[in-house]
């Protein structure tokens, strides 16, 4: 499995941007797709997942400003994301699990993209 993310930019405080993630290769033994983000100094960490029964799990810290979707017939993931805040500065990586419930751990996960930068500017 192959994940291509991109759309990550320089935002203001308070802006929105949406993330997209493309699939390519044997996706259909993936069950879950995801995001995880990773600031400088510090270790990455869950952002949000959603499975193959489209339920939607979030990191306390953005539930109720990031909405995370998938268009199946694309095999695409997205991250629309809004109210930005400087702390939400990092590098996005778009992610992919063979495992039913996977863990909001890095090392659940079986596929990584290559990382898009958002930068929010206060």
């Known amino acids: 499995v192959q994940l291509q993310a991109s759309g990550g930019g320089l935002v203001q405080a308070g802006g929105s941007l949406r993330l997209s993630c493309a699939a390519s290769?044997?996706?259909?033994?993936?069950?879950?797709m995801g995001w995880f983000r990773q600031a400088p100094g510090k270790e990455r960490e869950f952002v949000a997942r959603?499975?193959?029964?489209?339920?939607?799990y979030y990191a306390d810290s953005v539930k109720g400003r990031f909405t995370i979707s998938k268009d199946n017939a694309k095999d695409t993931l997205y991250l629309q994301m809004s109210s930005l805040k400087p702390e939400d500065t990092a590098v996005y990586y778009c992610?992919?699990?063979?495992?039913?419930?996977?863990?909001?751990?890095?090392?659940?996960?079986?596929?990584w993209g290559q990382g898009t930068q958002v930068t929010v500017s206060s």
């Open positions: 992610t992919a699990s063979r495992t039913y419930y996977p863990g909001s751990t890095a090392h659940d996960y079986d596929y």
């Open positions: 290769g044997r996706t259909f033994g993936v069950y879950n």
């Open positions: 959603t499975n193959k029964s489209g339920s939607e």
